[in-house]
């Protein structure tokens, strides 16, 4: 259940899973469909685009009522609806995978949607690349009879990180700790750009988890540990999808606040599997439920209109009922999906499934299924056994134990995010932003939100901002990493510390700036000045999910990891790490030493004693150059906590607001510059 690769890289679970890969992979290249010119349609196919873009409305414009797109949304739902039969409409319900499935496949069982998994990308891994890749897909789409564009999405958690050159931004821990929702609005606005700029029309982002225990390895995709501060960044929706009515344009994609809910409230310990704590149990009463977990989605749906959201893998229990005694997954959880999500919350958009998470229900897969429908999922992310899904679903109907009208409103749901991204009238990529995927002005946005991101803890005699002309030395296995600084959801699912692409390291950074001699030494074997600066940037390899959870199981799969197993995640330094600040900070004049990772690190107090400034990292992205940025002052520190430091990996979990609260640097903390 864990291990389930996110890419036709990974080395799959199970042989079948392997085989449903590699010939997913080999017939979508045979039919040309992975980025090997499936250009827009050629003339004259069946729903042609017109040369203005315009889908099947534009030629068959005012015949009928759906594709008339003068009418309003929900009139032309009704209408289409009221011409789809049973398989159409089941259809709609399911997405596939793209290695899995092709274009074919979409015309022949009229998918609805298409994804790709964390590092699931086209041959030529281009923004042209990836439009013409999706634009194969929705060539299978338009062929159907009728002509219900598919739905494609991605995971640009942090920028569109799956596509090679794209503008990687700080991953949302950091992006919390700059405390600045305009900032957010506008890094997922042009997150929205450099996406459907290149073919994907729904991003599965952003993630609204409110992350209590660091030893999570999701900590990293939370905007922090308030409910307040996540609560305030659930912007990035707006940013994503713009204003109502904003939607069809080019620089606009389908949000997905994920995961509903309680997703970064499990208790350690309670995962299934080789995981630790991700998709374990939130076991919590329904008011503190409601406060940490449920609090970001109201202003995400009722403020800023989500389209879509996303259940988590995770379960809650709710303790007012007697611990462990009504424990339920979130995809099956009609109490809080149909009952909180769409009844009291008023959302109208569509629920997506996570990652073959209805195969985690209790049950044969028919009632696994039929399960997650009746309980309001609306759209099965089924990436291997789409097929398997239809048949079952369709059984479930047939037998009368879904009904037809659960059916109608999840595919009603689904038509009319379709609708409002303008999908019928303009089914293919409109590229005419296409250029501006990692222009110099959106790394520049990025720059300034790594800068922001940065979090000053510790400054003994002003050792920040450094000087220009001081001799340095750096060190640590993340200065010159560009991989490790953009973590997880990076090229591939679990990132990678081989990964290189366009932008700067850290050090890079440095190197632009200072104007003195510079000593490189990673180990810091090299003699350590006794006149310089010393910075030492230590910190993390990338992760994803469950494989960056505390004593989680480690991944061996990515390419360039040559099958060798990452390190188990301890939320400690490495010994090289340790070993290096000891050294520089033993010798050298002075020294700065800074933490490039997805949650806070314990440092022991010897080493802190060593250390004369302090500054948490996060997770930057491509444009390592900002943090050179507040080493130098050119900006300033202006950075808070969005998690509390602890003292110790054993205080977790350690909250502001906790009765034994006593923490390293507690939650806000954050020194300032002149
Ligand atoms: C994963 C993640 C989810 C992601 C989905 C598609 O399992 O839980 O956040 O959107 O799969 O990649």
Redesign the pocket.
């Known amino acids: 259940m864990h291990a ?1 690769p ?1 890419s036709t890289d990974a080395a799959p679970r199970s042989p079948s899973r392997r085989t449903a890969l590699v010939l997913g992979a080999v017939t979508a290249l045979v039919a040309g469909t992975v980025g090997v010119g499936a250009a827009s349609a050629p003339a004259n196919t069946p729903g042609t685009v017109s040369s203005n873009g315009a889908g099947a409305a534009g030629k068959s414009h005012g015949k009928l009522p759906y594709l008339n797109p003068r009418l309003p949304t929900h009139k032309r739902v009704k209408d289409l609806l009221s011409r789809m039969t049973l398989a159409e409409k089941i259809g709609q319900m399911t997405q596939a995978e793209r290695a899995n499935a092709t274009p074919a496949d979409v015309t022949a069982l009229g998918l609805g949607s298409i ?1 790709s ?2 590092g699931s990308v086209p041959a030529d891994n281009s923004p042209e690349g990836w439009a013409d890749m999706v634009d194969g897909f929705q060539q299978g789409a338009l062929a159907t009879r009728l002509k219900i564009p598919v739905l494609y999405g991605v ?1 640009a958690v942090h920028g569109h990180a799956n596509l090679y050159g794209a503008t990687v931004f700080p991953h949302n821990i950091g992006l919390g700790a700059t405390r600045d929702p305009r900032l957010v609005e506008k890094v997922s606005h042009i997150t929205a750009e450099e996406t459907r700029a290149t073919g994907p029309q729904w991003n ?1 982002a952003p ?1 609204l988890c409110v992350v209590r225990d660091d030893r999570w390895g999701r900590s990293y995709e939370s905007f922090g540990e308030s409910p307040r501060l996540v609560s305030e960044m659930a912007v990035a929706v707006r940013g994503l999808q713009g204003r109502p009515g904003q939607l069809d344009n080019p620089d606009r994609v389908l949000a ?1 606040p ?2 509903f809910a309680g997703d970064g409230l499990t208790t350690f310990g309670t995962s299934e599997g080789d995981y630790t704590i991700d998709q374990g149990i939130s076991i919590v009463s329904r008011e503190d439920f409601a406060r940490l977990a449920l609090a970001p989605y109201w202003p995400a749906i009722r403020k800023y209109g989500a389209g879509s959201v ?1 259940p988590s ?1 995770s379960s809650v229990d709710w303790t007012e009922d007697g611990v462990g005694t009504n424990v339920l997954k979130m995809t099956a959880h009609t109490e809080l999906l149909t009952g909180v999500l769409k009844g009291r919350m008023g959302f109208d958009g569509l629920v997506i499934s ?2 073959e998470a209805i195969h985690q229900l209790p049950g044969d897969w028919n009632t696994q299924v039929r399960t997650a429908i009746n309980a309001g999922i609306d759209m099965a ?1 089924e990436p291997a056994q789409f097929r398997e899904f239809i048949t079952a679903l369709t059984e479930e109907v047939q037998a009368g134990r879904v009904p037809m009208s659960r059916i109608n409103d999840a595919v009603s749901r689904i038509l009319t995010q379709k609708f409002e991204l303008g999908l019928f009238e303009k089914p293919y990529t409109d590229r005419r932003n296409i250029d501006e995927v990692g222009s110099r002005q959106h790394r520049k946005v990025a720059r300034e939100a790594v800068a922001k991101s940065q979090v000053l803890l510790k400054n003994r005699g002003w050792v920040l901002p450094l000087s220009k002309r001081a001799p340095l030395y750096v060190a640590g296995s993340n200065a010159d990493n560009i991989g490790n600084q953009a973590g997880g959801w990076t090229l591939t ?1 679990q990132g990678g510390s081989y990964h290189d692409f366009p932008g700067t390291t850290i050090l890079e950074g440095i190197k632009d700036v200072s104007r003195g001699d510079v000593t490189v030494s990673e180990t810091a074997s090299a003699p350590v000045p006794r006149d310089a600066t010393g910075v030492v940037v230590v910190g993390e390899t990338p992760y994803a ?1 469950g494989f960056g959870d505390v004593g989680g199981p480690q991944w061996a799969y990515d390419p360039g990891d040559n099958g060798i197993p990452r390190p188990v995640k301890d939320m400690k330094l490495s010994a090289a790490d340790q070993q290096a600040v000891d050294t520089v900070c033993s010798q050298a004049a002075e020294c700065v030493v800074v933490v490039v990772s997805g949650r806070p690190l314990e440092i022991s107090p010897a080493l802190l004693s060593k250390i004369d400034g302090l500054v948490a990292g996060w997770l930057p992205g491509s444009e390592g150059d900002g943090v050179a940025d507040v080493l130098f002052g050119k900006k300033r520190f202006t950075g808070k906590l969005p998690v509390t430091w602890p003292r110790t990996v054993a205080q977790q979990p350690l909250n502001i607001g906790d009765a034994d609260y006593d923490p390293l640097f507690p939650y806000g903390f954050g020194l300032r510059t002149r």
């Open positions: 389930t996110r994804l998994g964390g995971d599965f993630c997905t994920k995961h996303m893998f996570d990652w992310m699912w999910e």
